[in-house]
């Protein structure tokens, strides 16, 4: 929030998840070389965090068209938006950690690809990374699917405001 009291939420920049990916992807490369064997990769993330990002894409379709009084919709609540934008929020940090990671794990691994466990270490991980991607995109549809539209009164200098 601004420091002033304007109750306004800046948007998710792209300096902040960048630096989250890289971070992990660095953590990433650092665990899977630091650990003797190859670091165990659960596939069950892939089906859960692509599962996430639908139910976070759909709910920004909806959240939209209520934010926007859409006809035969029902106005969203000020709670509701709220809380929906933190976990637009929060999503959106995980998951530029976990792509990261996962990215970093997956190319820690490219030396050795003709060893089939590498190679299945470096497709779990890779399949993670791009699921990860596919929650950050979801992420950031719902934090813009939260954003109050202009009135058509007011200053048209001043950014729109997050719900």
Known sequence: MSGEGG???????WRVPTL????GALAGLLVANSVSGLPLMPWSAIPTLVLLALAEGFTA???????????????????????????????ALFA??????????????????ELP???EVFLIALGT??????????????????????????????PPGLA
């Open 61 to 91: 379709g909806r959240t939209a068209r209520r934010v926007r009084r859409a006809p035969g919709t029902e106005p969203m609540e000020p709670l509701s938006a709220a809380r929906l934008l933190a976990l637009a929020k929060a999503s």
């Open 7 to 13: 109750g306004t939420l800046a948007p998710t920049g």
């Open 129 to 158: 990374a791009f699921a990860a991607g596919l929650l950050l995109a979801a992420a950031l549809y719902l934090e813009h699917a939260c954003r109050v539209p202009e009135d058509e009164d007011e200053d048209r200098n001043d």
């Open 117 to 119: 466990s590498h190679r």
């Open 20 to 23: 989250l990916a890289l971070l």
């Open 96 to 113: 530029s950690l976990a792509a990261g990671y996962f990215a970093g794990t997956a190319l820690s691994v490219t030396g050795r690809l």
